[in-house]
């Protein structure tokens, strides 16, 4: 089940059973993996700081979600930790194979010759790229419940409703990346021989599962960008209401402002890549691999940008590169209680006390 055979196309390609592994068809020598030193560094490079980042980021929430009393709080915090820790593992487990090929210059057919080990990193190149913007919805719906439906929420988003989703949203990722191993559609090495990915071309089982990968990521963008361009929207009304000063809206604006930029960079970030793939498919368009890769490392990019929208956008950084941030909001609400107040005992109001005070003992 792990791999597929079929009719030999190199004499230097692994044979099985008289025929080649299906993950080398097409490559003439399975990519001379020997040349550009300098990108191994590049990739080493980048997937050190990725995974510095993310943990990084995991330790801040910990410590945030150790300190938060807020029930809507702790809920965004446990969907951002389950952001962090797919980023981290993604990176981690593509990282080390891409770094391990590019630096020792192995050719893939000789060290994997049954196409398990590019099986496993096309499975896992999928599910750790839908995992993320999956749960970036998932956040969206939070948020968008939370803000717009305050009062139908009561015990809706517990930390262990947080968890079953998050474990659904595991579970529907990892279901799609198993279907090239059920047959619809394959996983293949890719130029430069160091890394495997699903197989963009116009075969009909192939044409199906890049477009079932990319319209389940381009649905998730989309919705999370509808979603939240509504909470932003009724959270603006909210605090600029008249009642503002009563409610305490600054957690809502901290998470509703990472969970904007997390969309953005997810967007930025993941759209090349995935209309690149339909586009492909669709159009029977030929395989640019240039611009693959180049795609590919902008998707890439999201798992390293994306702890430090936890990172820096947080109430306790803002306010020390803007430390009058709290000020501001302080004296706004001072001087809208101190206007509430002058309304209620104006002159006439007192006068009118005064004088009925006067009237009712001559009564």
Avoid at 117 to 130: D, E, S
Avoid at 309 to 318: A, C, G
């Amino acid at each position: 089940i792990f791999f597929k055979c079929r009719n030999s196309v190199s004499q230097e390609a692994t044979q099985c059973n008289g025929s080649v592994a299906f993950c080398f068809s097409g490559n003439q020598s399975g990519f001379n993996n020997t040349h550009a030193v300098a990108s191994a560094y590049f990739s080493a490079i980048f997937s050190v700081l990725g995974l510095g980042s993310n943990l990084f980021a995991f330790v801040v929430l910990v410590n945030a979600f150790r300190r938060t009393h807020s029930r809507s709080r702790s809920s965004f915090l446990l969907f951002l930790g389950a952001l962090v820790v797919t980023d981290f593992m993604g990176l981690l487990f593509t990282g080390s194979i891409v770094v391990f090929f590019r630096s020792s210059g192995l050719r893939w057919m000789d060290l994997d010759p049954g196409c398990h080990l590019c099986n496993f990193m096309g499975m896992t190149m999928i599910f750790y790229g839908l995992s993320p913007l999956l749960l970036g919805t998932a956040m969206a719906v939070e948020r968008f419940v939370g803000i717009n439906r305050p009062f139908a929420r009561s015990t809706a988003m517990s930390r262990s409703r947080v968890c079953w989703v998050v474990v659904g949203i595991v579970a529907m990722a990892g279901c799609i990346s198993l279907l090239p191993l059920l047959g619809l559609g394959s996983y293949h090495i890719q130029n430069p021989g160091s890394w495997c990915f699903l197989n963009i071309r116009p075969e009909p089982l192939d044409v199906v599962f890049c477009l079932v990968f990319s319209l389940v990521g381009l649905l998730s963008l989309a919705t999370s960008f509808v979603l939240n361009t509504t909470s932003v929207v009724t959270l603006l009304r909210v605090c600029c209401s008249q009642d503002s000063v009563q409610r305490k809206r600054d957690y809502e604006v901290e998470m509703m402002v990472q969970l904007i930029f997390i969309m953005l960079i997810a967007t930025i970030c993941w759209c090349p890549l995935l209309t690149f793939i339909a586009k492909t498919v669709l159009f029977k368009r030929g395989l640019h691999v240039q611009q693959l890769l180049l795609w590919i490392r902008f998707a890439t990019g999201n798992q390293v940008l994306d702890p430090w929208v936890y990172i820096l956008f947080r109430r306790s950084v803002l306010r020390r590169v803007y430390p009058g941030i709290g000020r501001s909001r302080g004296s706004v609400a001072s001087l809208r209680s101190s206007f509430t107040i002058s309304r209620k005992l104006t002159p006439a109001s007192l006068g009118g006390a005064s004088e009925q005070g006067e009237a009712e003992p001559r009564g």
